[in-house]
Structure formats: structure tokens, C-alpha cells
Nanobody
């Protein structure tokens, strides 16, 4: 089990940038693949981006490809999401999630397959 705490959300205008962080507890961060999800009002939680245990592989939702960058620092037990060229449709609560898995397992976009979740951080993009 890992405890996840997101930070870095806020309000920006269209075209702006934000960097989300996810701090984790425990000494086994490198045993977990990590993901970012988001949930807008009235909508289901949706996959945004995922990263492998070592950080060498990433996966993005089509809607954020080329605008968002996921990264991790295993020495600092931290996960990040750099969000550029933000659009109003990016407005949502953003969650980080952890999935313990073997090194060679693929990055999953299915929320139910993640074992641990943070409390979320609000991102609001105004036009």
C-alpha cells in the first residue's frame, strides 16, 4: 500500500500551464506503475496518462497527447503531470493512482486495475 497526495491544482486561463505533483509514502514506489486520471462533473473517471515503474514507458489519452507530460522521480517517491496548452475541457478533479505490478506489465488505462488513489486536486481552465 502507498499513500498518495496530489498538489498543484488551480485555476488558469485557456492556453496556460499547470504542473501537478503526487507525493507518495512508503519505500516501494518503484514497484508501482503510476497513472493520472480525471473526473469532470457528471462524467466518469477517465484515464489521462500512465508511466511504467522505471519511467521508461508512458501512455497518454488521445485528448491530451502532445500537451501533457507524465514523469516520475523514484528517488523522491514523486509523480508529476506537466499540463500545457490547457483547454476548458481539461477542467476536472485530477487523481493520481498506483498499481503494483511486475516490471514488464503494460501500462493500463483501466481505473479499476489501480490499487491506490489520492484524494484529488481541482484543475479549472477558463476561456
Amino acid at each position: 500500500q502507498v499513500r498518495l497526495v496530489e498538489s498543484g491544482g488551480g485555476s488558469v486561463q485557456t492556453g496556460g500551464s499547470l504542473r501537478l505533483s503526487c507525493a507518495t509514502s512508503g519505500r516501494s514506489f518503484n514497484l508501482y506503475a503510476m497513472g493520472w486520471f480525471r473526473q469532470a462533473p457528471g462524467k466518469e473517471r477517465a484515464f489521462v496518462a500512465g508511466i511504467s515503474r522505471g519511467g521508461g514507458s508512458t501512455r497518454y489519452a488521445e485528448s491530451v497527447e502532445g500537451r501533457f507530460t507524465i514523469s516520475r522521480d523514484n528517488a523522491r517517491n514523486a509523480l508529476y503531470l506537466q499540463m500545457d496548452s490547457l483547454k476548458p475541457e481539461d477542467t476536472a478533479v485530477y487523481y493520481c493512482a498506483a498499481k503494483r505490478q511486475i516490471m514488464t506489465a503494460p501500462i493500463t488505462s483501466v481505473a479499476d486495475e489501480y490499487d491506490n488513489w489520492g484524494q484529488g486536486t481541482q484543475v479549472t481552465v477558463s476561456s
